[in-house]
C-alpha cells in the first residue's frame, strides 16, 4: 500500500504531462523536480492547476538557491506553461545558467553592472528601448504568464519583507492581468533567527487578486492626450497601491511582516526606515522592476 501510494506521488510530482514544454525543457524541468521532492513543501496549488491564461507570479525573494527551484515547481504544476520570470541580465550571461535561464524566455533588465567583472565586457551596449513593465505587458498581452520578485534583491532579514518597487502594481494595471501572490519561507530554526542559503523551503500559492476597481482608473489617466505630472503621480500611487496589497498578502503567506508603505512625493517616494533590517545584510540578486 505504501508503495503504491509512493508511486503515486512520484507519478504526480515528476512525471505529469506537460504538454507546453519540448522533450527537452520537459527533460530538465524534471530533474529540478527531483530535489524539490525532498527540499520544497508546497500548499494552495489548487490555485495554479488547470489555470488558463496569463498570470503575473509575484514572490518574495530569499536566496539563490529559489531563483531555480521555485520557477521550476510552479512552471511544472502550471502543466508545463512557461513564465517569463524577471531577472538582470548578467545572469543569461553565465555558461549554462544562461541556457537554463533562456529556456524560460525571461525578462532581461540592463540597468545593473554585474559584481562579476569578467561579465562586464558582455553586457550589451545599447539597452532595449522598450522599458520593462512594456516588455512584461507584452508578453501578458500575448497569453504569456511573468513572474517577478518585487522586493528586487534577496532579502536575508528573517523578519520583515523590503519596500517594493511599484513595477508590480504598473503591470497589474496596465494589463488587468490576475496577480498570483507567492510567499517563500527559507528561515532556519524556530524561532527564525536567519535565511539559510541551501535547504529547506516552504512554499505558500495565494488565490488570485484581481485589481478590476483601479484598473479602470489608471487607464483612464493613460488616455489622456496631454499627460501632466499630475497625472504621472497619479498613476503611480494607484501602483503603489495595488504593489502593498500584494506584498501584505505575500507577507502573509511567507511569515514576515511588510513596512509602512512609502509615502509618494512628486515622481519619488521616501522610504520609511525599519531598524530590523540594520543588522541583516541586504544582498543584489533578481532585479528590481
Not at 48 to 53: C, L
Not at 171 to 195: E, H
Not at 222 to 243: D, F, H
Request: hydrophobic fraction near 35%; proline fraction near 8%.
Amino acid at each position: 500500500m505504501k508503495n503504491c501510494f509512493r508511486m503515486e506521488y512520484l507519478r504526480e510530482q515528476v512525471f505529469g504531462k506537460l504538454p507546453f514544454l519540448s522533450p527537452l525543457e520537459s527533460f530538465l524541468v524534471r530533474c529540478f523536480m527531483i530535489p524539490n521532492l525532498v527540499f520544497l513543501q508546497a500548499e494552495g496549488l489548487e490555485h495554479i492547476r488547470d489555470r488558463k491564461g496569463p498570470f503575473i507570479f509575484a514572490c518574495n525573494h530569499n536566496n539563490s538557491i529559489e531563483s531555480l527551484f521555485v520557477p521550476a515547481f510552479l512552471i511544472y504544476h502550471s502543466g508545463g506553461r512557461k513564465i517569463s520570470f524577471v531577472i538582470d541580465w548578467m545572469f543569461g550571461k553565465i555558461p549554462l545558467l544562461g541556457f537554463l535561464m533562456d529556456i524560460v524566455e525571461p525578462v532581461y533588465v540592463y540597468h545593473k553592472r554585474s559584481p562579476l567583472k569578467f561579465l562586464e565586457w558582455r553586457r550589451p551596449k545599447q539597452q532595449p528601448s522598450a522599458d520593462t513593465v512594456s516588455l512584461c505587458c507584452d508578453k501578458l498581452s500575448a497569453g504569456k504568464r511573468i513572474g517577478i520578485f518585487p522586493e528586487g534583491k534577496r532579502n536575508r532579514n528573517p523578519h520583515t519583507l523590503m519596500q517594493a518597487k511599484p513595477g508590480v502594481g504598473h503591470i497589474a494595471l496596465r494589463s488587468g492581468v490576475p496577480v498570483i501572490p507567492v510567499g517563500i519561507d527559507c528561515v532556519s530554526g524556530k524561532k527564525k533567527k536567519k535565511v539559510h542559503s541551501f535547504g529547506r523551503i516552504v512554499l505558500k500559492i495565494g488565490e488570485p487578486m484581481r485589481f478590476d476597481d483601479h484598473v479602470e482608473n489608471y487607464r483612464n489617466v493613460g488616455r489622456s492626450a496631454c499627460p501632466s505630472a499630475s497625472g504621472n503621480l497619479e498613476r503611480r500611487m494607484l501602483a503603489l497601491t495595488v504593489t502593498n496589497r500584494i506584498m501584505k498578502t505575500i507577507a502573509g503567506l511567507c511569515g514576515k511582516e511588510y513596512p509602512q508603505p512609502a509615502a509618494p512625493v512628486g515622481n519619488r517616494h521616501v522610504s520609511v526606515k525599519n531598524p530590523k533590517n540594520d543588522n541583516h545584510t541586504i544582498k543584489e540578486g533578481i532585479c528590481p522592476v
